[in-house]
């Protein structure tokens, strides 16, 4: 076996919330490595909102700042690959990767983010995250007053409609097949002129991923500028699973408050452990991350 460093943690995923565990415990002295492959879920986000002072940015803009930042500390290093296997070892962890190198470590920190798993809609994986959008908050200010969709039905196609109507009046829930609504909440959203149409989706229209139509099984079409949806998802990294993290009912590794999973010595930050998917979102997590891994570091060597 190709062994390495031992390091005090190891971070698997250096996107925003993997810099920011970094950059807490480089300031702390501690030894850590980042491994990263690159890819985070956001790469085909044109600009990222929200943030002060990153506010219309490019998702890759601000990830190459934070690394250049986070570089500077002498203590961090970075590992350009896939993280593909964990096991508990007698001084921590050890973590594979796919080209064969073993490192050590005390605490890990999983900063994988999670993966959308498209529904079978032609041309919509194409628009995910520049006119198919996950949060209004990142993202409806630049839709704003425009016509715009709700990909959704029962209970969150209702809720997700309220909320947008904040956005735009020119508002239609498509629940893509037989309306799960009740009685009460598709009056509502008819008092509150919001169309709700039934019709099953073929295809979103789109040009270099900015919606066009939304063109139905029937063969009718309907014009759109930006749609919103939850999409399904799974972890990104299955190894917390494998060295016995439990996740959430809702497909989420389970942390408490001080971040840390059910398996003692490991941690958990950003994307797979939140609904609340932000940028700055992200970064706040990484960094408590930070600051709690350190402080059990230095609680275990005052034990």
């Keep these: 076996m190709n062994y390495k460093k031992h390091f005090d943690t190891i971070i698997i995923g250096g996107s925003y919330s993997g810099l920011a565990a970094a950059m807490a415990l480089g300031r702390a002295l501690r030894k850590v490595l980042i491994i990263d492959n690159e890819e985070p879920c956001n790469r085909q986000t044109p600009h990222s ?50 080209s064969g190198e073993i490192f050590t470590a005390i605490k890990l920190i999983f900063a994988t983010g999670i993966k959308d798993i498209m529904p079978n809609i032609k041309g919509l994986s194409e628009c995910w ?11 409806g200010y630049e839709v704003r007053n425009e016509t715009t969709g709700i990909l959704g039905n029962g209970e969150y196609g209702f809720e ?51 919606l066009q139509n939304i063109i139905f099984k029937d063969g009718s079409k309907k014009i759109a ?10 972890q990104h990294c299955q190894i917390p699973e494998q060295l016995g993290c439990e996740l959430t009912e809702d497909g989420y ?41 350190n402080k059990a570091l230095v609680e275990e060597h005052f034990s």
């Design 49 to 98: 909102h929200n943030f002060l002072t990153q506010d219309g940015k490019t998702p890759k803009e601000i990830s190459t700042l934070g690394k250049q930042q986070v570089a500077l500390y002498y203590t961090v290093e970075f590992f350009n690959g896939l993280a593909t296997g964990g096991r508990q070892s007698e001084n921590g962890f050890e973590i594979e990767t796919s």
């Design 225 to 234: 500028k930006a749609i919103y949806t939850r999409l399904p998802f799974e």
């Design 129 to 139: 995250g520049i006119s198919v959008l996950h949060c209004p908050y990142c993202h």
């Design 253 to 293: 590794i389970k942390i408490d408050d001080s971040y840390k999973t059910t398996v003692k010595g490991i941690y958990a930050s950003g994307d797979n452990i939140s609904r609340m998917r932000t940028v700055a979102n992200a970064v706040s997590m990484g960094t408590a991350t930070g600051i709690m891994v």
């Design 160 to 210: 997700f409609s309220k909320l947008i109507s904040n956005w735009t009046k020119d508002l239609t829930l498509f629940t893509n097949g037989k309306s799960t609504l009740t009685g009460e909440q598709t009056a509502k959203l008819e008092r509150h002129r919001i169309t709700i149409v039934e019709k099953e989706i073929a295809e979103l229209e789109q040009i270099n991923g900015h």
